[in-house]
């Protein structure tokens, strides 16, 4: 049996963002993967939270996320 043919959601895209109930993209802040001792602790849990993305990239990644909005 072949699978039918249609939109699929790009996983790797909805592992990292997700789309809150008004449409809005949230992401994680770049550079909490490493060298963290550097940091001080308020700047360390402010990357920890999440943030909302730039509009010029949410387009692109609800492009990818089709059953998301």
Not at 2 to 15: D, E, F, L, Q, Y
Not at 34 to 55: C, E, F, M
Request: aromatic share 4%; glycine share 8%.
């Amino acid at each position: 049996m072949r699978r039918p043919k249609g939109v699929k959601t790009k996983k790797s895209v909805a592992k990292r963002f997700k789309i809150t109930a008004r449409g809005k993209v949230l992401g994680s802040h770049a550079g909490r993967r490493h060298l963290l001792a550097g940091k001080n602790p308020k700047r360390r849990r402010r990357l920890g939270k999440r943030t909302i993305v730039d509009k010029t990239d949410a387009y692109r990644i609800i492009q990818n996320l089709p059953f998301s909005h």
